[in-house]
Nanobody, 123 residues
Framework: VQLQASGGGLVQAGGSLRLSCAASGRAFGIYAVTWFRQAPGKEREFVVGISRTGDYTDYADSVTGRVTISRDNAKNTVYLQMSSLKPEDTAVYYC?????????????????WGQGTQVTVSS
């Protein structure tokens, strides 16, 4: 499967963005999808993951309550709705996927990666 992340941009603190992770290929419904982010000078970190059916999700503490992940398997797309954005949310956001039944939080486990989309939150 090939992934393409989009929807990033420049937003003021307190604003909102919706990121999308569009997948090519068939059988998207067998892939768990996870979002990670990497800020300049920092390590990549887990943001949120969703199971292949969408029944299970897992959020990092840093984004809980401000971020919602969802998926539309008919459209081969996972969405990341972000609100109440903070300057510390500034990072390149990556979506990743692999065949799994649950939520995958470990980056090294995921085989397929999108190219990343930049999110910049100004104060």
């Amino acid at each position: 499967v090939q992934l393409q992340a989009s929807g990033g941009g420049l937003v003021q603190a307190g604003g909102s963005l919706r990121l999308s992770c569009a997948a090519s290929g068939r059988a998207f419904g067998i892939y768990a999808v996870t979002w990670f982010r990497q800020a300049p000078g920092k390590e990549r970190e887990f943001v949120v993951g969703i199971s292949r059916t969408g029944d299970y999700t897992d959020y990092a503490d840093s984004v809980t309550g401000r971020v919602t992940i969802s998926r539309d398997n008919a459209k081969n797309t996972v969405y990341l709705q972000m609100s109440s954005l903070k300057p510390e949310d500034t990072a390149v956001y990556y979506c990743a996927a692999d065949i799994a039944s649950g939520v995958v939080k470990v980056a090294t486990v995921l085989k397929f990666w999108g190219q990343g989309t930049q999110v910049t939150v100004s104060s």
